[in-house]
């Protein structure tokens, strides 16, 4: 019989029960994955710490500076200790408590070090060194979330002692701004320990999977005779998976979507310089996690084939103009020329998939290429056109050139540096050109560049008169006296969009449930405007309901944006029968106000209307 204690093993590593099977096989594998990564966190850590020595060298005291250098070096110390004498042990499944034990207290210490830093080290009357100290604690804070986010109580330990200092130390500065800020790092770190946890769970769940999986091979190996059943075990599991992706979806979705609208409203209401360039940063880095978050949805969506292709006979020259317009900005920072050949044909594919390989080839041959440029142009053959996209980066080994395609897949390379992204974007271009029906080749030299080529058929040109008249480009609408009602059922998100939407003018009705906006609808006397209802609200109630009923009691005329963490298909079918804007979480600001302005704005038939 299990004691408590190990029950409880079971569950501190994921928040949630294990399978008594594989809670060893777990366990082991998440203290293994977090130990094999100390090389490098120990040269990271070190590095940021002696940079931020040297940063605040001249305004903190020599004295404190010295002190913490030598506590953060010696507990990088005794972190290689550990490392090596976890490599001599090689420990068992059964072992791995005790070293999670000691990787735990090494945690405490790393929280408590970087803790006093920002305690210590803080310099109010500098907000340049306050942004270096800001900076410094949250990159260690994201590589935290992402390096340690396997092995749950490490994470759980390190950030709140390693940024609730800092938090403190502000609300001790009377200056009201510091205590805004002592607001914003907390939101921040409350979102970072909700996305840590979203990830251990998605963790956990892909080893238990694994193992179970492993285990299925075995059994199928052993009894030949029940390979219909397996075969109906492994369509559950199938289901069970695209279930859990979508839960998944939506559970990381909703801090990503929380975090860019508050920082977005503090971007408008802040004035000092030094804190908006933090706010800015903040912005950033949600774009970039959600660039990530959706390249690692798009694999498993292409892989369950819920993606189909619209084609459509397009000119190619907008997409090329598209690519030009977005990535000449890039390419002029790192001193490349980004060279974009026009092309007056017409081809016949889904413009968006088509957009999206070349996208993702231009990207990686400009983060790929230091000196020189990138080219890319197109071919005339017999029915068909060559797109070839050249650069004058290092090359690739003709070993590499299949392996490229594979996900993480990354040459030089080693020490996964986060500037070249994940490995996921040939990746993409490989599941898409398949999707399409397109085969990619790839030639290369090593130190001579790439060039990636894939043919396109040709399309045909409409006629004049079917031809379709441009529209005139539409101004931002002025919000001003518009009411909009926001539903949802999560308060911070509530909370958030109303400081946006007021900040750009609009009078807001916030609600959890729908069911509290007659009243307030009517004390505010006049019929809203828009409705922004998220999909997947409490008590089972979905965000069409709601949108529908205020319809049915107000106007059936009020434009309505439907907003949801799920990439089904369906929703986005049910958006477009009930006339809604369908928008995906996280939500940009910048796409929400495009929405907003395409919602309210009138069709073009009726613009002048009754002039």
């Known amino acids: ?25 777990v366990r082991a594998r998440q203290i293994n994955a977090v130990f094999m990564q100390s090389p490098m966190t120990t040269i990271g850590t070190l590095v940021a710490g002696i940079a931020l020595v040297y940063a605040m060298t001249g305004v903190v005291s020599s004295g404190v500076l010295t002190v913490w250098l030598l506590a953060l070096c010696a507990h990088q110390g005794l972190r290689i200790f550990h490392y090596a004498s976890y490599r001599k042990a090689q420990p068992r499944p059964k072992e791995m408590r005790k070293w999670g034990r000691y990787y735990i207290l090494t945690s405490i210490t ?18 340049q060194h306050q942004t270096v100290l800001l900076i410094v604690l949250f990159g260690i804070a994201s590589v935290t979330v992402i390096g340690l986010s396997s092995f749950a109580p490490a994470f759980y330990i390190i950030l709140p002692l390693a940024i609730g200092p800092t938090i403190l130390r ?18 921040l770190l409350a979102a970072a320990l909700i996305f840590g946890r979203n990830m251990n769970r998605l963790i956990t769940n892909s080893l238990v999977m694994r193992f179970e999986n492993l285990d299925l091979i075995q059994e199928l190996r052993r009894q030949t005779d029940i390979a219909q059943q397996a075969r109906l075990e492994a369509e559950a599991a199938n289901r069970s998976k695209t279930q ?14 929380a975090m860019g609208l508050f920082a977005s409203a503090l971007y408008q209401k802040i004035k000092d310089p030094e804190v908006l360039h933090v706010v800015g940063s903040i912005n950033e880095s949600v774009a970039a996690l959600e660039g990530l978050f959706n390249e690692l949805l798009d694999i498993s969506k292409f892989d369950a084939g819920a993606i189909k292709p619209e084609l459509q006979h397009v000119p190619l020259n907008q997409i090329l103009d598209r690519v030009r317009l977005d990535f000449t900005p890039e390419a002029e920072t790192k001193g490349l020329r980004l060279k974009v050949r026009p092309c007056k044909a017409f081809i016949h594919s889904d413009p968006m998939l088509l957009e999206r390989i070349v996208r993702n080839l231009v990207s990686n041959a400009l983060r790929y290429t230091s000196s020189g440029g990138v080219l890319l142009g197109c071919r005339r053959l017999s029915g068909a056109l060559r797109l070839e ?18 996900e993480f897949y990354q040459v030089g390379n080693p020490e996964r540096s986060k500037k070249r992204g994940m490995g996921l974007g040939l990746s993409i271009v490989s599941r898409l050109c398949h999707l399409l029906g397109y085969h990619i080749t790839v030639d290369s030299r090593d130190g001579r560049g790439t060039v990636f080529r894939f043919e396109v058929p040709l399309g045909e040109a409409p006629s004049a008169e079917l031809a379709p008249r441009k529209p005139a480009a539409a101004g931002r609408l002025d919000l001003a006296g518009r009411l909009i009602v926001v539903v949802d059922d999560e308060e911070p998100i509530v909370r958030g969009m109303q400081l946006l939407l007021e ?12 069911q509290d906006v007659m009243p307030r609808v009517e004390e505010a006397g006049q019929l809203p405007d828009l409705i922004i209802a998220d999909y997947r609200l409490g008590g089972g109630v979905v965000g069409t309901e709601v949108i529908e009923q205020l319809r049915q009691d107000l106007d059936p005329e009020i434009p309505a944006l439907l907003i949801s963490g799920s990439t089904a298909p369906e929703r ?35 613009a002048g209307a009754g002039a």
Not at 115 to 123: E, I, L, P, T, Y
Not at 170 to 187: N, P, R, Y
Not at 389 to 406: C, K, L, N, S, Y
């Open 503 to 514: 900040g750009w003018g609009a009078r807001v009705i916030g609600s959890e449930t729908g």
């Open 244 to 257: 859990f992706f979508a839960a998944a979806s939506h559970d990381l979705r909703q801090p990503l979507h």
């Open 389 to 406: 996209v050249w650069d004058t980066g290092p090359g690739i080994a003709p070993e590499h050139q299949q392996r490229i395609f594979e």
């Open 110 to 127: 790393s929280g408590l070090i970087w803790g006093a830093a920002g305690f210590f080290m803080f310099v109010p009357d500098s907000p």
């Open 170 to 187: 502000l609300l001790l500065e009377e200056q009201a701004v510091f205590g805004f800020m002592a607001i914003l790092v907390t939101i």
């Open 1 to 25: 019989m299990k004691s408590p204690n190990d029950l409880r093993s079971r569950t501190l590593l994921s928040g949630q029960p294990l399978p008594p099977k594989h809670a060893l096989q």
């Open 572 to 606: 986005v079918e049910e958006a477009d029968l009930h006339r809604y804007n369908f928008l995906l979480k996280p939500v940009q600001p910048e796409t929400l106000r495009q929405a907003i302005d395409g919602s309210l704005r009138p069709p073009p038939g009726l």
